[in-house]
Protein backbone atom coordinates (compact mmCIF):
# COMPACT_ATOMS: atom_id res chain seq x y z
CA UNK A 1 0.00 0.00 0.00
CA UNK A 2 1.46 3.44 -0.86
CA UNK A 3 2.73 5.79 2.14
CA UNK A 4 0.21 8.54 2.75
CA UNK A 5 1.09 11.51 1.62
CA UNK A 6 1.63 14.90 3.84
CA UNK A 7 -1.37 16.66 2.37
CA UNK A 8 -3.33 13.16 3.18
CA UNK A 9 -1.76 13.03 6.68
CA UNK A 10 -3.14 16.55 7.40
CA UNK A 11 -4.98 18.21 4.87
CA UNK A 12 -4.51 22.04 6.30
CA UNK A 13 -0.41 21.56 7.20
CA UNK A 14 -0.32 24.89 8.39
CA UNK A 15 -3.24 24.51 11.15
CA UNK A 16 -1.60 20.98 11.89
CA UNK A 17 1.78 23.27 12.36
CA UNK A 18 0.10 25.76 14.61
CA UNK A 19 -1.56 23.02 16.79
CA UNK A 20 1.86 20.92 17.24
CA UNK A 21 3.42 24.20 18.21
CA UNK A 22 0.82 24.69 20.80
CA UNK A 23 1.29 21.76 22.03
CA UNK A 24 5.27 22.02 22.41
CA UNK A 25 4.85 25.18 24.40
CA UNK A 26 2.53 23.64 26.84
CA UNK A 27 4.91 20.95 27.16
CA UNK A 28 8.49 22.51 26.76
CA UNK A 29 7.65 26.75 27.00
CA UNK A 30 8.03 29.08 24.28
CA UNK A 31 11.50 29.41 24.23
CA UNK A 32 12.26 25.69 23.19
CA UNK A 33 10.06 26.15 20.17
CA UNK A 34 11.48 24.04 17.45
CA UNK A 35 10.21 23.74 13.76
CA UNK A 36 12.44 20.72 13.60
CA UNK A 37 10.41 18.67 16.44
CA UNK A 38 7.28 19.91 15.24
CA UNK A 39 8.40 18.63 11.52
CA UNK A 40 9.33 15.10 13.45
CA UNK A 41 6.44 15.10 15.41
CA UNK A 42 3.69 15.47 12.49
CA UNK A 43 6.07 13.12 10.41
CA UNK A 44 7.10 15.29 7.95
CA UNK A 45 10.21 16.45 6.47
CA UNK A 46 11.40 19.94 7.91
CA UNK A 47 11.23 21.98 4.48
CA UNK A 48 7.46 20.78 4.59
CA UNK A 49 7.06 23.05 7.37
CA UNK A 50 9.51 25.77 5.64
CA UNK A 51 7.08 26.57 2.94
CA UNK A 52 4.36 27.50 5.59
CA UNK A 53 7.45 29.35 7.91
CA UNK A 54 10.64 30.41 6.88
CA UNK A 55 12.27 29.80 10.46
CA UNK A 56 11.19 30.00 14.60
CA UNK A 57 10.43 33.70 14.58
CA UNK A 58 8.21 33.49 11.82
CA UNK A 59 6.32 30.82 13.71
CA UNK A 60 5.98 32.46 16.66
CA UNK A 61 4.55 35.45 15.29
CA UNK A 62 1.88 33.27 13.47
CA UNK A 63 1.29 32.27 17.42
CA UNK A 64 1.23 36.06 18.50
CA UNK A 65 -1.51 37.09 15.97
CA UNK A 66 -3.99 34.26 16.28
CA UNK A 67 -3.25 34.46 20.03
CA UNK A 68 -4.39 37.59 20.33
CA UNK A 69 -7.22 37.08 17.70
CA UNK A 70 -8.83 34.79 20.00
CA UNK A 71 -8.56 37.04 23.02
CA UNK A 72 -10.40 39.84 21.47
CA UNK A 73 -12.48 37.78 19.55
CA UNK A 74 -13.36 36.24 23.14
CA UNK A 75 -13.76 39.77 24.74
CA UNK A 76 -16.16 41.18 21.97
CA UNK A 77 -18.34 38.73 21.88
CA UNK A 78 -18.98 39.39 25.48
CA UNK A 79 -19.21 42.97 24.79
CA UNK A 80 -21.84 42.54 21.81
CA UNK A 81 -23.72 40.51 23.57
CA UNK A 82 -25.47 43.74 25.62
CA UNK A 83 -27.12 46.82 24.36
CA UNK A 84 -25.18 50.00 23.37
CA UNK A 85 -26.39 51.80 25.99
CA UNK A 86 -25.42 48.88 28.81
CA UNK A 87 -22.29 50.41 29.65
CA UNK A 88 -21.93 49.00 33.12
CA UNK A 89 -22.83 45.44 31.81
CA UNK A 90 -20.37 45.80 29.11
CA UNK A 91 -17.19 46.78 31.32
CA UNK A 92 -18.28 43.52 34.04
CA UNK A 93 -19.04 41.08 31.05
CA UNK A 94 -15.94 42.12 29.45
CA UNK A 95 -13.91 41.94 32.14
CA UNK A 96 -15.22 38.31 33.09
CA UNK A 97 -14.21 37.42 29.72
CA UNK A 98 -10.92 38.60 30.24
CA UNK A 99 -10.17 36.51 32.43
CA UNK A 100 -12.01 33.60 31.26
CA UNK A 101 -10.24 33.28 28.02
CA UNK A 102 -6.98 33.65 29.98
CA UNK A 103 -7.47 30.54 32.25
CA UNK A 104 -8.92 29.00 29.46
CA UNK A 105 -5.60 29.31 27.19
CA UNK A 106 -2.77 29.74 29.80
CA UNK A 107 -0.11 29.35 26.57
CA UNK A 108 -1.87 31.74 24.34
CA UNK A 109 -2.02 34.27 27.80
CA UNK A 110 1.62 33.85 28.41
CA UNK A 111 3.38 33.59 24.57
CA UNK A 112 1.16 37.27 25.16
CA UNK A 113 1.77 38.79 27.67
CA UNK A 114 4.69 36.42 29.76
CA UNK A 115 8.42 36.55 29.71
CA UNK A 116 9.81 37.25 26.47
CA UNK A 117 11.67 34.66 24.02
CA UNK A 118 15.14 34.78 23.82
CA UNK A 119 15.86 36.46 20.68
CA UNK A 120 12.62 37.10 19.33
CA UNK A 121 11.51 40.62 18.42
CA UNK A 122 7.86 40.91 17.34
CA UNK A 123 7.75 42.64 13.82
CA UNK A 124 5.25 45.52 13.40
CA UNK A 125 2.77 42.89 11.87
CA UNK A 126 1.65 41.94 15.29
CA UNK A 127 0.27 45.51 16.08
CA UNK A 128 -3.03 45.43 14.46
CA UNK A 129 -3.55 42.13 16.38
CA UNK A 130 -2.41 43.82 19.77
CA UNK A 131 -4.23 46.86 19.05
CA UNK A 132 -8.00 44.95 18.17
CA UNK A 133 -7.43 43.45 21.69
CA UNK A 134 -7.96 46.61 23.79
CA UNK A 135 -10.79 48.09 21.60
CA UNK A 136 -13.37 45.90 23.64
CA UNK A 137 -12.60 47.62 26.71
CA UNK A 138 -11.40 51.26 25.35
CA UNK A 139 -14.76 50.75 23.63
CA UNK A 140 -16.56 49.95 27.06
CA UNK A 141 -15.46 53.24 28.58
CA UNK A 142 -16.01 55.35 25.52
CA UNK A 143 -19.63 54.12 26.12
CA UNK A 144 -19.66 55.31 29.94
CA UNK A 145 -18.14 58.77 28.84
CA UNK A 146 -20.72 59.08 26.05
CA UNK A 147 -23.59 58.00 28.74
CA UNK A 148 -21.72 60.98 30.86
CA UNK A 149 -21.02 57.74 33.53
CA UNK A 150 -17.51 58.10 33.74
CA UNK A 151 -15.09 59.20 35.99
CA UNK A 152 -11.47 59.73 34.93
CA UNK A 153 -10.30 62.64 37.39
CA UNK A 154 -7.20 62.09 38.21
CA UNK A 155 -6.44 59.73 35.75
CA UNK A 156 -2.75 60.13 34.25
CA UNK A 157 -3.84 60.81 30.52
CA UNK A 158 -0.94 59.46 27.39
CA UNK A 159 -0.09 61.86 25.17
CA UNK A 160 -2.47 62.38 21.40
CA UNK A 161 -0.40 60.06 19.53
CA UNK A 162 0.95 56.83 20.95
CA UNK A 163 3.83 55.58 19.54
CA UNK A 164 4.88 51.79 19.51
CA UNK A 165 8.41 50.44 18.42
CA UNK A 166 8.17 49.49 14.44
CA UNK A 167 4.81 50.83 13.98
CA UNK A 168 3.29 54.06 12.81
CA UNK A 169 1.65 56.43 15.65
CA UNK A 170 -1.77 56.03 16.47
CA UNK A 171 -4.07 58.94 16.43
CA UNK A 172 -6.84 59.93 19.29
CA UNK A 173 -8.76 62.84 19.56
CA UNK A 174 -9.31 64.63 22.79
CA UNK A 175 -12.70 62.40 23.84
CA UNK A 176 -10.93 59.16 22.80
CA UNK A 177 -7.77 59.96 24.76
CA UNK A 178 -9.66 60.50 27.80
CA UNK A 179 -11.01 57.22 27.38
CA UNK A 180 -7.78 55.41 26.71
CA UNK A 181 -6.01 56.62 30.24
CA UNK A 182 -9.04 54.59 32.26
CA UNK A 183 -8.72 51.86 29.99
CA UNK A 184 -4.97 51.28 30.73
CA UNK A 185 -5.31 51.81 33.71
CA UNK A 186 -8.55 49.36 34.47
CA UNK A 187 -6.05 46.99 32.51
CA UNK A 188 -3.32 46.91 34.24
CA UNK A 189 -5.29 45.88 37.04
CA UNK A 190 -7.26 42.89 35.76
CA UNK A 191 -4.10 41.71 33.77
CA UNK A 192 -1.66 42.05 37.12
CA UNK A 193 -4.43 40.00 38.79
CA UNK A 194 -5.08 37.20 35.97
CA UNK A 195 -1.05 37.44 35.44
CA UNK A 196 -0.56 36.19 39.63
CA UNK A 197 -3.61 33.78 39.33
CA UNK A 198 -1.86 31.84 36.19
CA UNK A 199 1.44 32.22 37.87
CA UNK A 200 -0.47 30.87 41.46
CA UNK A 201 1.14 33.64 42.90
CA UNK A 202 -2.06 34.52 44.85
CA UNK A 203 -1.68 35.18 48.57
CA UNK A 204 -2.60 32.24 50.67
CA UNK A 205 -5.70 32.74 52.82
CA UNK A 206 -8.47 30.93 51.43
CA UNK A 207 -9.86 33.64 48.92
CA UNK A 208 -9.99 32.16 45.63
CA UNK A 209 -9.03 33.87 42.02
CA UNK A 210 -12.48 34.48 40.86
CA UNK A 211 -13.46 35.99 44.41
CA UNK A 212 -10.54 38.19 44.12
CA UNK A 213 -10.83 39.05 40.61
CA UNK A 214 -14.71 40.02 40.93
CA UNK A 215 -14.02 42.52 43.96
CA UNK A 216 -11.73 44.35 41.83
CA UNK A 217 -14.13 44.73 39.37
CA UNK A 218 -16.45 46.14 41.88
CA UNK A 219 -13.63 48.25 43.17
CA UNK A 220 -13.04 49.34 39.04
CA UNK A 221 -16.98 50.08 39.07
CA UNK A 222 -17.41 52.07 41.84
CA UNK A 223 -13.87 54.46 40.95
CA UNK A 224 -14.92 54.62 37.58
CA UNK A 225 -18.63 54.83 37.16
CA UNK A 226 -20.64 57.87 38.38
CA UNK A 227 -23.33 57.57 40.74
CA UNK A 228 -26.23 56.63 38.25
CA UNK A 229 -24.71 53.71 37.19
CA UNK A 230 -27.58 51.66 38.43
CA UNK A 231 -30.13 53.73 36.25
CA UNK A 232 -28.22 52.79 32.40
CA UNK A 233 -27.48 49.02 33.39
CA UNK A 234 -30.75 47.75 31.90
CA UNK A 235 -29.18 44.27 31.71
CA UNK A 236 -28.29 41.92 34.56
CA UNK A 237 -24.28 41.23 35.45
CA UNK A 238 -23.16 37.79 34.61
CA UNK A 239 -20.90 36.94 37.82
CA UNK A 240 -20.84 33.06 37.13
CA UNK A 241 -17.43 33.21 35.81
Known amino acids: MARPTKQQRHPDLRHAITRAAWQQIA?????????????????I????????????????TALIIEAYTSFSDHQHAAYRALGDDDGVGRLRA????????????????????GA????????P???????????????????????????SAGVPLPPSVVGLAGAPPLQFDACAIESLGVALLIWSRVHGLVSLELGGQLPLGGITGGELYRHELDAIERQFIGADR?????????DSA
Open 27 to 43: TAGASALSLRAIARALS
Open 45 to 60: SAPAIYHYFPDRDALV
Open 94 to 113: TGLAYRQWALAHPQHYQLIF
Open 116 to 123: PIPGYHAP
Open 125 to 151: TVIPAATQALRPLLGVVETLRRLGLLR
Open 230 to 238: DAAAPGQRG
